[in-house]
């Protein structure tokens, strides 16, 4: 499913975001960088040891939750990383939801900063991190779609989701922007 807005697109697919061919792929990080399971770790596996040597160097304390930093892709086919620190799920009412979003931002903005015209994003907090499906794809959805109405850029926003559960409740929101 896409949807156009202006020159830009976003879009949804199912499958693995280490496959991507774009400019960046997100990462669902945590605020150490120390790596870890879920999409985390599928990167780090990919894209091979340079991830690691990056963040150690460039970011020794981390990257605090709600924002995001940017390394090389190694083997990736993609030519950048953003490393994006969701919040942990913790009842709703502790700003997760201000957090969710600015670490999405930081990643369009990241797209700004190194010119990248396409970026594809997991759904960040929703693994691990327990975020509810439904709501983080509110935000996600939301945050892209404000920025390329605001920016005109990047002009492609690919969500890659992992599960049929994750698919349908991006496209149920997805479809509600279009009505
Ligand atoms: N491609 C796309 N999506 C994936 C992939 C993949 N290869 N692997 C997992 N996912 C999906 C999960 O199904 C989930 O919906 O990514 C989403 C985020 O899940 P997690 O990877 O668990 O990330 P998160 O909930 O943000 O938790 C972050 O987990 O791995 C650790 O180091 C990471 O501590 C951090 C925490």
Redesign the pocket.
């Given at each position: 499913m896409l949807v156009q807005f202006g020159d830009c697109r976003i879009e949804l697919c199912q499958g693995?975001?280490?496959e991507q061919e774009v400019d960046a792929i997100a990462n669902?990080?945590?605020d150490l960088l120390?790596?870890?399971?879920?999409?985390?770790?599928?990167i780090h596996r990919v894209a091979g040891p340079t991830l690691m040597n990056e963040t150690r160097t460039l970011y020794p304390d981390g990257c605090p939750t709600g924002s995001a930093v940017a390394t090389t892709g190694g083997r990736l086919k993609a030519k950048y990383v953003f490393h994006a620190v969701?919040p942990i799920w913790d009842g709703g009412q502790q700003g997760e939801a201000k957090l969710l979003e600015s670490a999405y931002r930081t990643c369009l903005e990241l797209c700004r900063e190194h010119n990248c015209d396409s970026v594809a994003f997991?759904?960040?907090?929703?693994?691990?991190?327990g975020y509810p499906m439904d709501l983080a794809a509110e935000i996600a959805l939301n945050v892209a779609r404000n920025f390329v109405v605001e920016y005109n850029s990047p002009k492609l926003i690919r969500f890659?989701l992992?599960?049929d559960g994750?698919s349908g409740a991006f496209a149920r929101v997805l479809e509600s922007m279009t009505e």
């Open positions: 693995d975001i280490t669902a990080a945590n120390a790596g870890g399971g879920g999409v985390d770790g599928a969701g997991p759904a960040i907090s929703t693994g691990v991190y890659v992992f599960s994750a």
